[in-house]
């Protein structure tokens, strides 16, 4: 079985590792009929033109920084950033191979077969979000009166923000996407419910809050997603239980589903599976990739994106009104 952490190991710029893992991967998926790994080369390709041809980035952050600016406008008395990254190479990889382990695991728990590998390509083709950019609103303490309730506070600038940005992007050439969701959020617009996913409303099971739409911008032919949350949910995301205590949580649910699905029963969450425990198990001071260096797993200098993703934009607003009560 072909895996991304064959190629970690022999000082390649990123754009090369990812030609050697297509084209591998591409060639045998063709050689033994394999079509999930013919659609996981395919979004592998994604990515490398993406990487290679990333010219339009310019304009496309321009559109975004257009929306920054009109908040910055309405909201002067918000402090928040907008950060725009290019996906990491290993998150995506972690991605592809978690979506197929998670979906075939729930449809055979739930129906007692396998999916097809056309429902399983579906899956892999919902990963938007190779280009992500996210807004993180604060409302600064100096404009709480007594007996404010900050969360409320921002949750409702929060959710004013978004129902704002689908008919702004629109207008720039952006095509909101349907989320494919039936659980709407009754905070978000009638006209824009159908394109949001409310992990605020139901967070996820690390704890996980955040909302987050997609959209297709047809300058570049290729689809985004923006997040949107506090700073708190921010916190929790990047720094709090849900990365860390997350992390062993995902751990322990991938040993429970291959004790469910023993080796052999699907080809396709074997494969998907173990690409994810190597993954998992990759120790980053031991890779040897052109503009990476490590330490260990927490302490990375990452130049090329292979970990961390690669930064396109970072605005910062500060609330102007720093000593008055808006």
Wanted: glycine content about 6%; some cysteine.
């Amino acid at each position: 079985m072909i895996s991304l952490n064959d190629y970690l190991y022999n000082g390649d710029t990123v754009v090369k590792i990812l030609h050697r893992y297509w084209q591998d991967l591409k060639a045998d998926a063709i050689e033994n009929g394999n079509g999930i790994d013919l659609a996981h080369s395919n979004c592998i390709l994604q990515m490398i033109e993406l990487l290679e041809h990333n010219d339009f980035l310019t304009s496309q952050a321009q559109q975004i920084r257009e929306f920054y600016k009109f908040l910055a406008d309405k909201y002067p008395f918000l402090a928040f950033t907008f950060k725009g990254r290019i996906k990491s190479v290993i998150r995506l990889e972690e991605k592809i191979n978690g979506n197929i382990v998670e979906y075939i695991y729930d449809y055979y728990t739930s129906t007692g077969k396998f999916p097809s590998e056309s429902e399983i390509k579906n899956r892999i083709g919902r990963i938007k979000d190779l280009i992500a950019y996210r807004i993180v609103i604060s409302m600064p303490a100096c404009h709480l009166k007594p007996g404010d309730n900050k969360e409320e506070i921002e949750l409702k600038y929060l959710y004013e923000i978004a129902n704002a940005l689908p008919e702004f992007l629109e207008e720039r050439g952006f095509e909101p996407q349907l989320s494919g969701k039936d659980d709407f959020s009754l905070r978000i617009d009638e006209k824009c419910r159908q394109y949001y996913r409310d992990y605020i409303q139901k967070p996820n099971i690390y704890g996980y809050r955040s909302l987050h739409i997609a959209f297709f911008d047809n300058a570049s032919r290729s689809n985004i997603e923006v997040q949107l949350r506090t700073k708190e949910m921010d916190d929790m995301a990047e720094i709090g239980p849900a990365n860390h205590l997350g992390y062993e949580k995902r751990q322990e649910e991938e040993r429970a589903r291959r004790e469910e699905i023993p080796v052999g029963e699907n080809k396709f969450f074997d494969d998907a599976y173990e690409r994810g425990m190597k993954l998992q198990q990759l120790e980053l001071n031991k890779v040897d990739v052109n503009m990476f260096g490590a330490i260990d797993n927490s302490l990375v200098n990452d130049g090329c994106g292979l970990y961390r993703g690669r930064l396109i934009q970072p605005y910062e607003h500060l609330s102007r009104f720093q000593n008055d009560l808006v």
